[in-house]
């Protein structure tokens, strides 16, 4: 049977796609966020996942306000980079698991999951920047990638505890696949920011922070947050954190926290890292 041995929360800041795009990662200004990475690659290098599950947000590139998926999950073969004004980025396409996506479509549907099934979707930096930093610049993906994109830019985005649930229904699904493979699973987005208004550049460490420490030892609680909370503590883009709640959701109850990295600023934003492991 399929398992999810592995969780991973990173933020998606389209500057760090950039700087290593441009060869610039060890630059002073740099060289901290990107230090922090090193032991997330040795890691994954080790963990040899077969699949990457991705949960992120898509930034008006596949959707716009025409149509606004609550979530989306990518059945197709493969994803092309998004040209999100700029040209594409310089990184692999993506390589999808069609068939366990299809699978876990149909379960989470069965579930009562109303996701949208997406067969022609580009990804932007919010796939691409986590996939870059935790496996450099390979010229292929090492892993299959199930996306999987969560409205969190036009309200109403969807709470934290119904996050966490599709994580639990994720996790069923991927317990219910009939093949030897292992699975990780990414949670992106975040952590606390503001790119507009009175409060642009808004960044709260002590409450990133916090959000980490209850990801590991309080995610039922954690993801009763309501809106309002991430919206005053962490800025506007702040929700984009209730997309990490998909990720904790698939774990385990009780998990072994394997690695943590902060930094601030990168750009106008927190850099917020973790790597989670199921106990069993």
């Known amino acids: 049977m399929a398992r999810i041995t592995a969780g991973v929360g990173c933020s998606h800041v389209p500057a760090i796609g950039i700087a290593m795009d441009q060869g610039i990662t060890d630059q002073p200004y740099w060289q901290p ?28 590139t596949a959707f716009d306000s025409t149509i606004i998926p609550t979530f989306a999950l990518g059945a197709a073969a493969e994803f092309q980079p998004a040209d999100e004004g700029w040209g594409p980025r310089p990184v692999p ?31 932007d930096h919010g796939l691409t920047v986590p996939m870059s930093v935790m496996f450099g610049q390979p010229e292929e993906w090492p892993v299959r990638v199930i996306p999987l994109a969560v409205n969190v830019v036009m309200y109403p985005a969807p709470t934290g ?35 507009q208004y009175k409060r642009a550049g808004l960044i709260n460490p002590a409450f990133d922070k ?41 774990l385990d109850d009780e998990v072994t926290e394997i690695h943590r990295h902060y930094h601030v600023p990168a750009s106008n934003t927190a850099v917020g890292h973790i790597i989670l492991e199921n106990r069993g």
């Not at 068939?99 to 379960?107: D, E, L, N």
């Not at 505890?161 to 991927?174: D, K, P």
Request: proline share 3%; hydrophobic share 45%.
């Open 93 to 123: 396409v993506v390589r999808n698991h069609p068939v366990m996506a299809s699978h876990i479509a149909q379960s989470l549907i069965l579930d009562e999951f109303d996701i949208t099934i997406m067969n022609e979707m580009d990804v």
């Open 210 to 250: 916090d959000f980490l420490d209850r990801l590991t030892s309080d995610p039922v609680g954690l993801a009763q947050m309501p809106h309002v909370q991430y919206l005053r503590e962490a800025g506007s883009e702040g929700i984009e954190m209730v997309m990490w709640h998909v990720m904790r959701g698939a």
């Open 33 to 60: 966020v990107f230090a922090g990475f090193q032991r997330s690659r040795d890691w994954i290098a080790r963990a040899k996942p077969d699949v990457v599950i991705l949960v992120y947000n898509d930034h008006c």
């Open 161 to 195: 505890n119904r996050c966490f649930n599709l994580g639990r229904a994720i996790r069923r699904a991927v317990d219910s696949f009939d093949e030897d493979l292992n699975v990780v699973i990414f949670g992106t987005g975040g952590m606390s920011h503001q790119l």
